[in-house]
């Protein structure tokens, strides 16, 4: 687990992440809001820990521009601005809120829950799309603009794999990894001849190409 903390007060900074670090976890650490801001931008947290009252930029602020820029990385305020309104303020920006001074075991539980929340909602995803594309991961079906698409295993993994990663470069190393489970490259064209299979099932016939080749890279799906 990586966290995110955002916390000026050092002493208490430092309580934190000694307590995190002692059971394994890694925790980044940032003393103002702005900064904090940039670290949770470059950079995938599994949860973020968020002072309100910041230097630079404060915490309301900070994650009210991480959600409107596509965040969603879970996060629970730990302030001591503890009044009713500020709390249901909080929460609405928030998934929890926990007013100092606190005991570190229930930061660590209230943490969990944030995180065993994220991984439900994350298991409950049994479909994945792209435009009009649609893999269904629950019956093992693909549809394409409504037509029913035949896919053979590996081609269905493939495609789940490369959907996973929309938007992003798959290389072939990835998909060997991935997709056939080799830590080696086989020195064949295993990967190329399922790309063209896969090409020809999902975009033969269709206008738009959603299966692109990145030249000395690998592959890309698109994110449409």
Request: net charge negative; glycine share 8%; charged share 30%.
């Amino acid at each position: 687990m990586r966290i995110l903390l955002i916390e000026d007060d050092q002493e208490t900074a430092d309580y934190i992440m000694r307590g995190f670090q002692e059971s394994g976890q890694v925790v980044d650490h940032s003393v103002d809001g702005h900064d904090g801001l940039m670290m949770a931008t470059d950079a995938a947290y599994d949860v973020l820990i968020v002072d309100r009252m910041l230097p630079r930029l404060d915490g309301l602020k900070l994650l009210s521009m991480l959600r409107a820029g596509g965040n969603t990385s879970p996060a629970i305020f730990l302030t001591a601005v503890g009044g009713i309104d500020d709390r249901v303020e909080g929460l609405e920006i928030a998934e929890d809120y926990l007013v100092k001074p606190f005991a570190f075991a229930e930061l660590e539980a209230r943490v969990k829950v944030l995180l065993r929340d994220r991984q439900g909602q994350t298991a409950e995803a049994t479909s994945l799309a792209t435009g009009d594309l649609t893999l269904n991961r629950l019956n093992r079906s693909v549809e394409r603009a409504g037509q029913d698409i035949k896919l053979q295993p590996t081609e269905f993994r493939l495609l789940e794999f490369m959907l996973r990663n929309k938007g992003s470069v798959v290389t072939r190393t990835m998909l060997l990894e991935n997709v056939w489970d080799f830590n080696f490259d086989p020195r064949t064209n295993i990967v190329e001849t399922h790309i063209s299979r896969l090409r020809s099932k999902v975009d033969r016939g269709f206008d738009r190409e959603l299966i692109q080749t990145v030249r000395g890279a690998g592959y890309l799906i698109e994110d449409v």
